[in-house]
């Protein structure tokens, strides 16, 4: 495999301005309207020659968020920082930062929409 295993992601949402608050709130960013019928997409910034996978925000009648088994990590400089802004704006800290050994630090936090999603950083 000559990529990352990982090329999109995509979490679903319920309730699309709530979410989008939210996780432009908790990652210091704004999202971009995509284009596609039937089905309200908000981009994660992409930028096609860097490393790592772009994804959205779904909102699709008949598909719920919450309760999935996908769990998306987003990369930080310090993944307390974004912990405390998700508790700062609607979601909650599942588990606080800590140590994954070489690999760095994670920490766990659920959206407004009730999926969990995980935060990296190295330091």
């Keep these: 495999m000559a990529n990352n295993p ?3 992601f995509e979490i679903y949402v319920q309730d699309m301005s709530r979410a989008k608050a939210f996780y432009e709130s908790v990652l210091a960013t704004k999202l971009e309207r995509l284009e ?3 089905i309200e997409m908000w981009a994660f910034p992409m ?3 860097a490393a ?3 994804g ?3 909102k699709y009648e008949g598909y719920p968020s919450g309760g999935n088994s996908t769990l998306v ?3 930080c400089s310090d993944c307390a920082t974004e912990a405390k802004r998700a508790a700062a704006h609607g979601g909650a800290i599942f588990k606080e930062k800590f140590s994954i ?3 760095g630090f994670i920490a766990l936090v659920t959206d407004t929409e009730g999926n969990m999603i995980g935060l990296h950083s190295m330091q």
Aim: charged share 10%; proline share 5%; glycine share 20%.
């Design 101 to 103: 050994g070489q690999y």
């Design 52 to 54: 790592g996978a772009a």
């Design 6 to 8: 990982v090329g999109w």
């Design 47 to 49: 930028h096609r020659d």
């Design 73 to 75: 990590y987003f990369s």
């Design 36 to 38: 596609s019928p039937g």
């Design 56 to 58: 959205s925000l779904v």
